[in-house]
């Protein structure tokens, strides 16, 4: 069973168009993520949710918007799409936030492309 | 603020070399967790180690080793006799208690081990 799963894997489409990559997690974690990782490695914080609380939202334009219907699913919908948007986009799970001490497991992954 | 800096981009060495990944990290938290990511060429982001900031004893798996110590604000992590299989990115990342749900990836160095 995969820990943390994310759909699509890839995502291929037109500027301005908005799309949506679904997360789930399957390991009883009550804190959930989103990372961006750019054409260098670089991976930035997006979005925390703590039992479906949003916690953390780190400058991202508001043409993103994460949705938590649960603890174990947090989805990424992006409105408007840029070229500057092309990315892979990483989901993540922690078994909690207290004290900000816990390990992540990540998702494989979906690498967006805007064109 | 937190702060991670990962001041080797890129590192290539011969098979059975030893090799450390420096990492420098900044915090005005007392109590704050550090952790080591591996992201192979296939791409998904796998935990290594947590540290948190009262455990300053050094820790060995295998041949990985984390030298932490709180006066130069390090956490550097060792590789013994690499192999091919080493060959990744690494990421250092940094959580604070007083800033839970947001933790501070290093950019990365890129490790390679030629055979």
């Known amino acids: 069973d995969t820990a943390v799963s994310q759909t699509p894997k890839y995502l291929v489409t037109q500027m301005g168009n908005d799309k949506s990559i679904k997360c789930e997690q399957n390991?009883?974690?009550?804190?959930m993520y989103w990372y961006k990782q750019d054409s260098k490695k670089f991976l930035k914080i997006m979005f925390s949710y703590n039992n479906k609380e949003l916690i953390i939202n780190e400058t991202v334009p508001n043409r993103f918007s994460p949705k938590s219907p649960d603890k174990a699913h947090l989805n990424l919908h992006i409105n408007s799409l840029e070229l500057g948007d092309s990315a892979v986009y990483f989901c993540?799970?922690?078994?909690?936030?207290?004290?900000?001490?816990?390990?992540?497991?990540f998702g494989p992954g979906t690498r967006l492309t805007v064109t | 603020a937190q702060k991670v800096t990962q001041a080797q981009t890129e590192i290539s060495v011969v098979e059975k070399e030893d090799v450390t990944l420096d990492c420098v990290y900044e915090?005005?938290?007392?109590?704050?967790?550090l952790f080591w990511y591996k992201q192979p060429p296939s791409g998904e982001l796998v935990f290594l180690i947590r540290r948190n900031s009262f455990d300053e004893q050094n820790e060995i798996s295998g041949r990985y080793s984390w030298n932490f110590q709180k006066s130069t604000s390090s956490f550097n992590f060792t590789i013994t006799a690499s192999q091919v299989v080493d060959s990744a990115v690494y990421f250092c990342a940094l959580s604070e208690t007083l800033n839970a749900g947001k933790s501070t990836f290093g950019d990365g160095t890129t490790l390679t081990v030629k055979p």
């Open positions: 915090t005005r938290d007392t109590t704050y967790y």
């Open positions: 993540a799970s922690s078994l909690s936030v207290d004290r900000g001490g816990y390990e992540q497991y």
């Open positions: 390991l009883g974690h009550d804190t």
